[in-house]
């Protein structure tokens, strides 16, 4: 029994298929667990703001939020940010938010005035202005 080329061509088309889709597949379950992180992140973030807000008689970390939250034990370290579209970052912006809006990493707000999406003093988020990003 001969196997002929249309054989041989059908059964490479099927198996460039199956690996196409196992790689697409371990792609996006590697883009779901970003995500995860990142939200877990975010969550670790604002629980670590709120004790050290409750801890200091009502006061916020200031401009220096990665070493007062890391030195006084509030958090291990400051969580990176995995997003689409910009590189993975722990960095904390606190200027210039408005001017600032999808630079990555996380975004602080140190001052009193709300911005112009209603943020105010002692919220961070991600920073990053595609999608749902800015909305968490």
């Known amino acids: 029994m001969r196997i002929n080329k249309i054989e041989i061509a059908v059964a ?7 690996v196409f889709l196992t790689v697409y597949k371990c792609l996006s379950v590697l883009e779901q667990s970003k995500e995860i992180a990142t939200k877990k992140g975010l969550s670790s973030l604002r629980n670590a703001i709120a004790i050290y807000y409750s801890d200091n008689n009502g ?6 939020i990665s070493k007062e939250l890391v030195e006084k034990g509030y958090i291990e370290k400051i969580p990176y940010v995995y997003i689409p579209h910009h590189k993975k970052s722990n960095q904390i912006t606190i200027d210039n938010l408005n001017k600032n809006t999808d630079s990555g990493g996380w975004a602080y707000k140190v001052d009193d005035t709300p911005d112009s999406n209603g943020r105010t003093k002692g919220q961070i988020w991600i920073n990053c202005s595609h999608g749902d ?4």
Do not use: A
């Open 133 to 136: 990003w800015s909305k968490l």
């Open 59 to 64: 006061r916020y970390p200031d401009s220096d």
């Open 12 to 18: 490479i088309v099927i198996i460039g298929l199956l």
